[in-house]
């Protein structure tokens, strides 16, 4: 079997707004292996969901070009019923907002039932009503016969975010694309649902894409790690090379925004993503945010570079890069 | 959901009571009282002074609203001096009929405003839509009254399909299957051409109600596990969006009640709108307070109904 699950090629995304289409997903390639976690990083409003919606083919109104292959099958140009009995089998997701993704009026065990109804036809009542339970109880929910017939509403955040990674996990999916998995629960809560997420990756050999906007669980879960910057990868690489040389400015900043030993102060690059519409489209799209750097260091059409075997880097200008604070003098050039 | 209904009746008392005060004090002002219209004008005034204080006309508001409710709680609504008879008896016989048409008409209603609506919200901006959305738009300009009148022309009188007035054939045996066949041939027209211009508002409400739904995020956790569009479409849509409508039924209830008045004039069926306008333009003030009252109570209860309905279907509230 191939060690490749998910192979996407010059992904991009755009929404129409007014009459002009804007790429929230800009020619992203990446490739997700079994038995791998790919950890996606970047601000809010880089594009880590939309590329999550993409994958599993769920935005509304968007023009999607490039290709997802999922196992040699090409996710952008599935029909919908190929696409309905992938997703929620083969293909899952665990989404970012807990209090809004689950149905107001359906009682939390029928909600999770679903998805082994659509998917496990040959399994009984009782089976599935046992597999449910199993569910609630792996992702560490007490009293799931309890549970099974309360409604969202009765649930706090965290208890929320479980039931919808027990959704997701349901049927041992081969990729499970987990946004920010996490954030509504607290550390031994999150630190046995990362359990749990190595324990799929084991048992099934799947690929899990984790986004988060926690480096400690990067640093923590993921075998590789990509950067994205205003819809684009700026940086790929594996966890420790990216942790211990970090090239592109956009990452350097980031690693610096977490607090660590031995650092007094926080590096933290002013600005915010731009808005779609208001992105640069062309040349380095992180040159604005940093505006101390010499123009001329920025490549006109920033290509990513593979700088060390698997680590790519996009456009020229971390080579000249420093933070304002230390000065020139600390600058540490890339190997370009 | 107990603790809500019994809070939610409650608080419906006190409205009930406000109500019968407003309208009390309202009929005090209304010109003339229960001796004016009973009374031949050449009995002398000192007779009639002491009739009035007889039947308590010159006591205190207060003291007379007391006689007035308590007579209300025994079922004593007064005398119609028109018909000569008691109020109670008079609404009793005309409420039948407007229960009638008010329950045929809301099951038009909704037979209408359902497929419509999800229609609607489901192909929302194509040309089907737009031609439902076109229809909304109709009715909400369309007087009742004037509808009421094309109606009642065309199906009435030029086609002959359903009779012109009245609200059961002569002759007919009440408790017989004829009498109650004639009586729904009779209801049929009225209560179409209400439902017709009624429904655009539910049609309008429902299609809004899928087309919120359909961009929550719970729809994409639905269409995420692998379900269909027609799945995503009966389980979760026109689930979340139905319950809304199940609640709007109160509401209807009460549009319905002044639907009944135009309705059942320009139809000559004798139920309580009927009764109403009559009432007003012959000065019949007992008749006239006594349906404000039952109406403005029927307000207060559809809301009720609307809200018990809600607290039954939506766990949300059921909580509480
Ligand atoms: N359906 C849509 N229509 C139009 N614009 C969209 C749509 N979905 C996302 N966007 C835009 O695409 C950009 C990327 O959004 P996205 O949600 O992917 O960010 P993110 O990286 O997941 O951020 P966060 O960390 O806050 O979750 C944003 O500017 C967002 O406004
Ligand atoms: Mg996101």
């Given at each position: 079997?191939?060690?490749?699950?998910l192979?996407?090629?010059?992904?991009?995304?755009?929404?129409?707004?007014?009459?002009?289409?804007?790429?929230?997903?800009?020619?992203?390639?990446?490739?997700v292996?079994?038995?791998?976690?790919?950890?996606i990083?970047?601000?809010?409003?880089?594009?880590?969901s939309?590329l999550a919606f993409?994958i599993m083919?769920?935005?509304?109104?968007?023009?999607?070009?490039?290709?997802?292959?999922?196992?040699?099958?090409?996710?952008?140009?599935?029909?919908?019923?190929?696409?309905?009995?992938?997703?929620?089998?083969?293909l899952s997701m665990i989404f970012?907002?807990?209090?809004?993704?689950?149905?107001?009026?359906?009682?939390?065990?029928?909600?999770?039932?679903?998805?082994?109804?659509?998917?496990?036809?040959?399994?009984?009542?009782?089976?599935?009503?046992?597999?449910?339970?199993?569910?609630?109880?792996?992702?560490?929910?007490?009293?799931?016969?309890?549970?099974?017939?309360?409604?969202?509403?009765?649930?706090?955040?965290?208890?929320?975010?479980?039931?919808?990674?027990?959704?997701a996990?349901?049927?041992?999916p081969?990729l499970l694309i987990a946004d920010?998995p996490?954030?509504?629960?607290?550390?031994?809560?999150?630190?046995?649902?990362?359990?749990?997420?190595?324990?799929?990756?084991?048992?099934?050999?799947?690929g899990i894409i984790l986004i988060?906007?926690?480096?400690?669980?990067?640093?923590?879960?993921?075998?590789?790690?990509?950067?994205?910057?205003?819809?684009?990868?700026?940086?790929?690489?594996?966890?420790?090379?990216?942790?211990?040389?970090?090239?592109?400015?956009?990452?350097?900043?980031?690693?610096?925004?977490?607090?660590?030993?031995?650092?007094?102060?926080?590096?933290?690059?002013?600005?915010?993503?731009?808005?779609?519409?208001?992105?640069?489209?062309?040349?380095?799209?992180?040159?604005?945010?940093?505006?101390?750097?010499?123009?001329?260091?920025?490549?006109?059409?920033?290509?990513?570079?593979?700088?060390?075997?698997?680590?790519?880097?996009?456009?020229?200008?971390?080579?000249?890069?420093?933070?304002?604070?230390?000065?020139?003098?600390?600058?540490?050039?890339?190997?370009? | 959901?107990?603790?809500?209904?019994?809070?939610?009746?409650?608080?419906?008392?006190?409205?009930?009571?406000?109500?019968?005060?407003?309208?009390?004090?309202?009929?005090?002002?209304?010109?003339?009282?229960?001796?004016?219209?009973?009374?031949?004008?050449?009995?002398?005034?000192?007779?009639?002074?002491?009739?009035?204080?007889?039947?308590?006309?010159?006591?205190?508001?207060?003291?007379?609203?007391?006689?007035?409710?308590?007579?209300?709680?025994?079922?004593?609504?007064?005398?119609?001096?028109?018909?000569?008879?008691?109020?109670?008896?008079?609404?009793?016989?005309?409420?039948?009929?407007?229960?009638?048409?008010?329950?045929?008409?809301?099951?038009?209603?909704?037979?209408?405003?359902?497929?419509?609506?999800?229609?609607?919200?489901?192909?929302?901006?194509?040309?089907?839509?737009?031609?439902?959305?076109?229809?909304?738009?109709?009715?909400?300009?369309?007087?009742?009254?004037?509808?009421?009148?094309?109606?009642?022309?065309?199906?009435?009188?030029?086609?002959?399909?359903?009779?012109?007035?009245?609200?059961?054939?002569?002759?007919?045996?009440?408790?017989?299957?004829?009498?109650?066949?004639?009586?729904?041939?009779?209801?049929?027209?009225?209560?179409?051409?209400?439902?017709?211009?009624?429904?655009?508002?539910?049609?309008?409400?429902?299609?809004?109600?899928?087309?919120?739904?359909?961009?929550?995020?719970?729809?994409?956790?639905?269409?995420a596990?692998?379900?269909?569009?027609?799945?995503?479409?009966?389980?979760?849509?026109?689930?979340?969006?139905?319950?809304?409508?199940?609640?709007?039924?109160?509401?209807?209830?009460?549009?319905?009640?002044?639907?009944?008045?135009?309705?059942?004039?320009?139809?000559?069926?004798?139920?309580?709108?009927?009764?109403?306008?009559?009432?007003?333009?012959?000065?019949?003030?007992?008749?006239?307070?006594?349906?404000?009252?039952?109406?403005?109570?029927?307000?207060?209860?559809?809301?009720?109904?609307?809200?018990?309905?809600?607290?039954?279907?939506?766990?949300?509230?059921?909580?509480?």
């Amino acid at each position: 079997m191939s060690r490749k699950l998910l192979e996407i090629e010059n992904l991009t995304t755009s929404f129409q707004i007014g009459d002009e289409y804007y790429a929230a997903v800009d020619d992203v390639s990446l490739t997700v292996n079994r038995n791998e976690v790919l950890g996606i990083v970047g601000e809010s409003g880089s594009g880590k969901s939309a590329l999550a919606f993409s994958i599993m083919r769920l935005h509304n109104r968007a023009k999607i070009e490039g290709k997802i292959k999922l196992e040699g099958i090409d996710l952008a140009k599935a029909s919908t019923s190929d696409l309905n009995k992938l997703r929620g089998d083969k293909l899952s997701m665990i989404f970012q907002d807990p209090l809004t993704a689950l149905n107001p009026l359906m009682e939390i065990g029928a909600q999770i039932n679903e998805t082994l109804i659509l998917h496990r036809p040959k399994m009984s009542k009782q089976e599935r009503y046992d597999r449910v339970i199993e569910l609630l109880d792996l992702v560490g929910i007490t009293g799931p016969e309890y549970v099974y017939q309360q409604y969202p509403h009765e649930l706090s955040g965290g208890m929320r975010q479980r039931v919808i990674i027990a959704i997701a996990i349901a049927n041992k999916p081969q990729l499970l694309i987990a946004d920010e998995p996490t954030t509504a629960l607290d550390v031994t809560i999150q630190a046995q649902i990362l359990d749990l997420i190595r324990e799929l990756r084991d048992e099934m050999d799947a690929g899990i894409i984790l986004i988060t906007h926690d480096l400690g669980v990067v640093a923590e879960m993921a075998d590789r790690v990509a950067v994205m910057y205003a819809g684009q990868i700026v940086e790929i690489a594996d966890v420790h090379t990216l942790f211990e040389n970090p090239l592109h400015p956009y990452t350097r900043s980031l690693l610096n925004s977490v607090p660590t030993e031995g650092q007094d102060r926080l590096h933290v690059i002013q600005g915010i993503v731009p808005g779609l519409q208001h992105l640069p489209r062309t040349g380095c799209r992180f040159a604005a945010r940093i505006p101390w750097i010499d123009e001329s260091v920025h490549e006109e059409n920033p290509l990513l570079h593979e700088v060390t075997p698997g680590h790519f880097v996009r456009c020229t200008c971390h080579s000249y890069f420093y933070f304002p604070e230390k000065g020139k003098e600390e600058i540490t050039h890339g190997d370009t | 959901m107990w603790k809500f209904i019994v809070r939610r009746l409650l608080i419906t008392f006190p409205q009930i009571v406000l109500l019968s005060i407003l309208i009390f004090l309202m009929s005090q002002f209304m010109p003339g009282d229960a001796l004016t219209g009973m009374l031949d004008p050449n009995v002398d005034q000192s007779t009639i002074q002491e009739q009035r204080e007889r039947m308590g006309l010159n006591d205190p508001w207060h003291i007379k609203y007391a006689n007035w409710v308590s007579g209300l709680v025994q079922g004593d609504l007064g005398q119609s001096f028109r018909f000569k008879m008691d109020v109670s008896e008079l609404i009793s016989q005309r409420m039948e009929n407007t229960l009638l048409l008010g329950i045929v008409t809301l099951i038009f209603t909704y037979l209408i405003a359902i497929p419509l609506g999800i229609t609607s919200g489901r192909y929302n901006d194509t040309l089907l839509d737009q031609a439902i959305t076109g229809y909304t738009y109709v009715g909400f300009a369309t007087p009742l009254f004037i509808f009421g009148l094309v109606m009642l022309f065309i199906f009435g009188y030029q086609l002959g399909w359903f009779p012109t007035s009245g609200s059961v054939g002569p002759g007919m045996v009440p408790g017989t299957l004829d009498y109650w066949i004639s009586k729904l041939k009779h209801v049929m027209l009225p209560a179409l051409s209400m439902a017709l211009i009624q429904t655009v508002s539910t049609v309008q409400y429902l299609r809004s109600e899928i087309v919120d739904t359909k961009q929550k995020d719970f729809i994409i956790t639905a269409r995420a596990k692998g379900a269909s569009e027609s799945r995503v479409y009966n389980r979760h849509i026109f689930r979340n969006s139905l319950l809304p409508i199940a609640a709007f039924i109160g509401w209807e209830i009460t549009t319905l009640i002044v639907g009944t008045v135009f309705i059942e004039q320009i139809f000559g069926y004798p139920g309580m709108g009927l009764l109403f306008l009559e009432s007003i333009n012959m000065r019949d003030y007992s008749v006239v307070t006594a349906l404000v009252l039952l109406f403005g109570i029927a307000q207060i209860l559809g809301t009720l109904l609307s809200d018990i309905i809600l607290s039954i279907v939506d766990p949300r509230i059921r909580i509480k």
